[in-house]
């Protein structure tokens, strides 16, 4: 609805749609989730991988309801709207990758960009410094584009294509409710990672997902549109914004500062670097963590892949000691930022190269 092709009233309606979800996020932090972490893509598939047994290191080990709520959101939206149609055929194997160095990213700085917006509206200063790198990484993936650069085109194919996503987290959802299957607690324990009651989590999961699903909202697309005549997607990233703010101050859960804040670091020049990272590959992916759980809510089964090179990622960080603390960024994820940004400028330059390059004639 966040387009140029809609009246406006129908664009109107979609603001205040994203701003009520930043309010829905601040409520779920002040019923029990981490701090500035109502929704957050890369993290919560972390904290899947950490229940799945994933990685051996002390993290978060929880499989969050909200992630079955949003796929499961999306997949309603589009059904009631009639718009339901499996998706696949693009650049599998990139999306899967792309994925992993998103969720390195997003670990650096500790935080999708999703939740980047979420840290600004509950008072985070440190988020300002990631969020000029942010859109530095999404300006460098539009300069590619505009050379040729994609990642490829998905074409109409067999419903169950599109339906791994609901399979998958239905299941863990199941086994979530079962207790004593998954390396976590179950839907009734206090212990464990910080969460919200489950069912109020799913129910906001599946508000969640219905919302960006009918709305189109992205924040890699909110940045893209910084450079472009229309702004409807970045105002509606500030409405997010002020939305998550303004539920923050009522309930008490707002802090404006820069030290103290819920799993954060003041590594300025890190937290800039991860989330350029996180929004070059972003947009080389065709979107964040968040909208790719949505896009394989809809039946998008390369965007499934993404989301499970997410989870895969998620693992790595910790496995391998990338994961930043409220100390700053480690040396190992300082490392893993720097390569990602290189390996995934020589992707797209031998991508974009390759889409310049003339065809030659058959003899």
């Not at 981490?34 to 890369?42: E, K, T």
């Not at 910084?226 to 702004?231: E, V």
């Not at 923050?248 to 804040?261: E, I, N, R, Y």
Request: charged letters at 10%; aromatic letters at 8%; glycine letters at 14%.
């Amino acid at each position: 609805m966040l387009r140029t092709d809609v009246t406006p009233r129908q664009n109107a309606v979609a603001l205040a749609l994203v701003a009520a979800l930043g309010a829905l996020a601040a409520t779920l932090v002040a019923l029990g989730n981490p701090g500035n972490m109502g929704v957050c893509g890369a993290c919560f598939l972390r904290d899947a991988a950490g229940a799945l047994g994933f990685f051996q290191a002390p993290a978060p080990r929880i499989f969050r309801p909200e992630l079955a709520g949003i796929t499961f959101g999306a997949l309603a939206m589009v059904l009631a709207r009639e718009r339901f149609g499996a998706r696949s055929g693009s650049f599998a194997a990139s999306r899967f990758m792309l994925g992993v160095l998103m969720a390195l990213g997003a670990l650096v700085f500790l935080g999708c960009p999703f939740r980047m917006l979420q840290r600004l509206g509950g008072g985070d200063l440190n988020a300002w410094f990631a969020l000029p790198g942010f859109v530095l990484g999404v300006f460098v993936a539009t300069r590619f584009e505009k050379r040729g650069y994609s990642i490829g085109k998905t074409s109409v194919v067999a419903a169950p294509v599109g339906l791994w996503a609901h399979l998958a987290f239905g299941t863990l959802l199941v086994l979530f409710l079962i207790g004593g299957v998954l390396s976590s607690p179950g839907p009734g324990a206090s212990d464990g990672p910080a969460h919200a009651p489950w069912l109020i989590a799913l129910a906001v999961g599946l508000v969640a997902g219905a919302v960006l699903s009918l709305t189109g909202f992205c924040a890699i697309s909110a940045a893209r549109q910084l450079f472009a005549p229309k702004r409807r997607m970045t105002l509606a990233a500030a409405l997010l914004i002020a939305g998550y703010a303004i539920a923050a101050l009522v309930a008490g859960t707002s802090k404006w500062s820069f030290d103290g804040q819920p799993i954060a670091h003041g590594d300025w020049l890190w937290n800039a670097l991860a989330l350029a990272l996180v929004g070059l590959c972003g947009a080389f992916a065709g979107g964040c963590p968040v909208r790719q759980l949505v896009m394989a809510g809809e039946g998008n089964g390369d965007a499934f892949v993404c989301v499970c090179g997410l989870i895969v990622g998620g693992g790595l960080a910790h496995t391998l000691g990338i994961v930043s603390s409220p100390a700053g960024a480690t040396d190992a994820g300082r490392i893993a930022t720097v390569a990602g940004i290189v390996v995934a400028l020589a992707y797209a330059a031998r991508i974009t190269a390759t889409a310049a390059a003339p065809v030659s004639p058959r003899s």
